[in-house]
C-alpha cells in the first residue's frame, strides 16, 4: 500500500511538470524577444529534467541525492503583483511575472505534498523538488524586475 501511495504522489508530480513545460510552449509562442524565447526554452529544459528525475525516481534509478539544494532569493514578487493572464500577456516584464506565478504555485505545490509524508527519501525528494521550484521563481522574478525596470544611463 505504501509503494502505491508513493507512486500515486510521484505520478502526481510528473503530471504537474508535464502541465509546466505545456505552459511554457504556450507562452514561448507569446515571446517575440529571442532573449526572453531563449529563457523560456531554457525553463521548459529544466521542467524536462524534473519530469526525468521524476520518473528515475519512480523507477528506482535515482534518490534524492541526486537533487542538491541551493541557498535561493525570495524577491517576493509574485505575491505582491497581480498575475497577468497568458491570454493578455504582450511583452517580457508580463512574461516573466506570470512565470514567476507559475513557479511559486509549483514551489508550493511541492511543499504541502513534503508536509504531508513523514521524514524519509520522498518527503526528502519533494523538499529538494521544492526548492527547484523556488530557485526559477528567483531567476523569473530577477528577469522581471530588470526587464520591468531596466538599469539607465543616469544610474
Do not use: C
Not at 64 to 93: C, F, H, Q, W
Not at 102 to 125: C, I, V
Amino acid at each position: 500500500m505504501q509503494a502505491k501511495k508513493i507512486s500515486e504522489v510521484i505520478d502526481l508530480a510528473i503530471q504537474r511538470e508535464e502541465e509546466a513545460i505545456t505552459f511554457y510552449s504556450e507562452m514561448n509562442n507569446k515571446a517575440h524577444d529571442p532573449g526572453i524565447k531563449g529563457t523560456i526554452e531554457w525553463i521548459a529544459a529544466e521542467e524536462k529534467k524534473h519530469k526525468a528525475f521524476l520518473i528515475g525516481y519512480r523507477e528506482g534509478r535515482q534518490g534524492p541525492a541526486t537533487l542538491n539544494m541551493r541557498a535561493t532569493v525570495d524577491y517576493k514578487i509574485a505575491e505582491n503583483l497581480e498575475e497577468p493572464s497568458l491570454e493578455t500577456v504582450t511583452g517580457g516584464a508580463e512574461i516573466f511575472l506570470l512565470a514567476s506565478h507559475r513557479e511559486l504555485r509549483s514551489y508550493r505545490f511541492y511543499t504541502e505534498l513534503a508536509r504531508l509524508h513523514p521524514p524519509g527519501d520522498l518527503q526528502t525528494t519533494l523538499l529538494k523538488m521544492a526548492n527547484e521550484e523556488l530557485a526559477h521563481k528567483e531567476k523569473m522574478e530577477y528577469l522581471y524586475s530588470n526587464t520591468a525596470f531596466p538599469q539607465t544611463a543616469g544610474g
